[in-house]
Each structure stands twice: as structure tokens, then as C-alpha cells.
């Protein structure tokens, strides 16, 4: 993170628990910011920022969460978001493949035919004929 998203993520803490770092000075709050920008320097703001979210809704004590709280649900984050970005490129490469198939029988997708406003049975027509299998049902 850079440090003006250290700098937010810090605010956002004070804003949901206002003692935390109350009574620090220049020097100890800049320093506060620094060991904060080192501890989450690989992580994103967008998971950190969720990971406070979902650490201060679950909250129920009243304490700020640790950094290592904080850290490891923002890992826990970043690996699901991981996850999902890997089943979404296989889908979207499927979905290629389906769409050269098609092209290359001469005929549209199955989304670019409902797009032109053609019936799914219409399409399935077109797709057999093309395939050269016969029209049943």
C-alpha cells in the first residue's frame, strides 16, 4: 500500500475506534504510519480496507483489531479474489472456445444469437444443420 492508503486505512480505524492512537505525538503517529506501511507494503488497499470492514463489523469488544488480525483476513481476501479471478479467465476461455466452435461452422454463439434476437430452437436448428446432425424434438 502506498502511504496515502496507509494513511486512509489508519483514519478509517480512528474513525471506527476513536482512542486509537489518541494521544500520540508527531513523531510516534508518523512512526505508526511507517510500521504500518512496512507490515502491509504487499497487500492491496482494496483488501485491507475490506478486511477492516469485515474485522469492525464483526467486532464486539470494542477493541481495535491487531495487525496480524488485520493482515491475515486481508490475506484470506486476497486469496479468495485469487480464486475467483482464476475460475472467471476459465470461464471467459471456455466461453472463447464456444464462440470460435460456433464461428467456425459459420453460425452465431448461443449469446450472439439471443443478442440478434434469434429463438434458442431456431439456433438449435442452425447448430445441427450445420454439424449435419438432424433436427429432433
Known amino acids: 500500500m502506498t502511504r496515502q492508503e496507509t494513511l486512509r486505512l489508519l483514519s478509517e480505524l480512528r474513525a471506527a475506534y476513536p482512542s486509537f492512537c489518541r494521544g500520540l505525538g508527531k513523531a510516534e503517529l508518523e512512526r505508526v504510519v511507517e510500521f504500518w506501511q512496512e507490515l502491509f507494503a504487499g497487500e492491496t488497499y482494496e483488501d485491507a480496507h475490506a478486511a477492516v ?3 469492525v463489523s464483526e467486532g464486539t469488544k470494542g477493541f481495535v483489531p491487531s495487525q496480524g488480525a488485520i493482515l491475515q483476513r486481508c490475506r484470506k481476501i486476497s486469496a479468495a479474489s485469487s480464486s475467483l479471478s482464476e475460475s472467471r479467465r476459465t470461464l471467459l476461455k471456455n466461453a472463447a472456445e464456444i464462440r470460435k466452435y460456433y ?15 434469434i429463438s434458442y430452437s431456431d439456433w438449435r436448428r442452425m447448430a445441427e444443420t450445420a454439424e449435419g446432425r438432424s ?3
Open 135 to 137: 433436427c429432433e424434438g
Open 103 to 117: 464461428h467456425s461452422l459459420g453460425i452465431p454463439s448461443p449469446a450472439e444469437a439471443k443478442r440478434r434476437g
Open 53 to 55: 470492514l469485515e474485522l
